[in-house]
């Protein structure tokens, strides 16, 4: 298929060998995919360049974002021991969020969230993974779509960067922070998908021809993803991240893990 832009096939190495130079902090990152399109775990290789993530576990349990094989806690702040590998400058990568069986379990989780959405703006200098933003932005689940949108709009000075994973782009029009995810974004990752309002929102958020975007993302082979830059001008990187390891759901609520 012939497009205007230029476009790269890369492997995961060679993909993070640019993206670790091309995503500045402060720049947040649009993610895209149906259920099953690979996002998790794309969003795992987006983060690789990153030294201190928090991933935000707003499902309750989410067993791809367990796959990053990270540790996981209930506690905010961090537990002592995290906080002293971020004083010492030592990689500190967190899932935030117990698994919920129960109301009481989820109303936990749920504060939890907003709560750290709301330090982190203060804190700064970290990456926040908001994997499953239309939970964390909804008001009859998280309802933490007013602390979202400042971290989009506000955000860079403090160097906090957000990567926010929706499964379509309609979110913007009824979330205040979906919309801020689409227009703050400096980058947007897609995968393969037949509908055309996704298509159509990428090509407008990244300035591309419609017809150029919607055969691009259609041709897509599974599980991979494009990566568009807001520069019409910048090449469009085609990726298949590797695949993670499943690991086993933790048996007990405050237990650690891994």
């Not at 497009?3 to 091309?22: D, N, Q, R, Y």
């Not at 690789?48 to 540790?71: F, H, I």
């Not at 689409?182 to 037949?194: D, K, M, P």
């Not at 090509?203 to 568009?228: D, N, Q, Y």
């Amino acid at each position: 298929m012939e497009t205007l832009s230029e476009v790269e096939v890369m492997m995961p190495e060679a993909f993070l060998a640019w993206w670790s130079k091309a995503w500045e902090v402060g720049q947040h990152v649009a993610v895209m995919g149906m259920n099953g399109s690979g996002k998790t775990t794309f969003e795992h290789l987006l983060l690789a360049p990153r030294k201190y993530v928090l991933a935000l576990d707003a499902k309750g349990y989410d067993g791809s974002l367990t796959n990053y094989g990270w540790p996981r806690t209930d506690k905010w702040p961090l537990p002592r021991e995290m906080r002293e590998r971020v004083r010492d400058g030592e990689p500190c990568r967190v899932i935030l969020g117990n698994p919920a069986r129960t109301e009481k379990q989820f109303a936990a989780n749920n504060l939890l969230m907003r709560r750290v959405l709301k330090d982190v703006f203060l804190v700064g200098n970290w990456t926040v993974l908001a994997d499953e933003g239309i939970i964390l932005a909804h008001r009859k689940f998280v309802n933490a779509g007013d602390n979202l949108d400042r971290l989009f709009i506000t955000a860079r000075d403090r160097k906090i960067s957000l990567v926010y994973g929706v499964q379509r782009p309609s979110i913007g029009r009824t979330s205040p922070a979906g919309l801020s995810a689409f227009s703050q974004s400096t980058w947007v990752c897609v995968s393969r998908t037949r509908d055309e309002r996704v298509m159509e929102r990428v090509a407008e958020i990244c300035g591309r021809p419609k017809a150029e975007v919607m055969g691009l993302i259609s041709a897509l082979p599974r599980f991979a993803f494009a990566v568009l830059g807001l520069d019409p001008f910048e090449p469009i990187r085609i990726v298949l991240p590797p695949k993670l390891e499943p690991r086993k759901k933790p048996e007990r609520r405050n237990w650690l893990w891994p």
